[in-house]
């Protein structure tokens, strides 16, 4: 029980580290880079939309509202996959130096 509830604590804690660090990053790109959509990014919801059924979403705030939700989505991935390497490294360092 007592290591179930460990388990989930540090799940709790890795889904939380990930969630700030990739708000906070997705905030940074937003201030800092963005100060219009990118006309990339613009052709590419719009590709996405009308291949998936969805050409009917025309609205520039609607794009521009896809367009932050994807960047804070790829921010989520990209905090994923710097954290949680991190997490083992850091897990196997602590482990290693108990039991030595």
């Given at each position: 029980?007592k290591?179930?509830?460990?388990v989930?604590i540090?799940?709790?804690?890795?889904?939380?580290v990930?969630?700030?660090?990739g708000?906070y990053?997705?905030?940074y790109i937003?201030?800092?880079?963005?100060?219009?959509?990118?006309?990339?990014?613009?052709d590419?919801?719009?590709f996405?939309?009308d291949?998936?059924g969805n050409?009917d979403i025309?609205?520039?705030?609607?794009?521009?509202?896809?367009?932050?939700?994807s960047?804070?989505?790829t921010?989520?991935i990209?905090?994923a996959l710097?954290?949680?390497?991190?997490?083992?490294v850091?897990?196997?360092?602590i482990h290693?130096r108990?039991h030595?």
């Amino acid at each position: 029980m007592k290591r179930k509830l460990l388990v989930i604590i540090r799940v709790i804690v890795l889904v939380i580290v990930i969630h700030y660090a990739g708000v906070y990053l997705a905030q940074y790109i937003v201030y800092r880079y963005l100060q219009e959509m990118p006309l990339w990014m613009h052709d590419a919801i719009r590709f996405t939309l009308d291949n998936t059924g969805n050409s009917d979403i025309r609205e520039p705030d609607d794009l521009s509202t896809i367009a932050l939700l994807s960047v804070l989505a790829t921010c989520w991935i990209a905090a994923a996959l710097v954290v949680i390497p991190l997490y083992i490294v850091i897990r196997k360092l602590i482990h290693r130096r108990c039991h030595a």
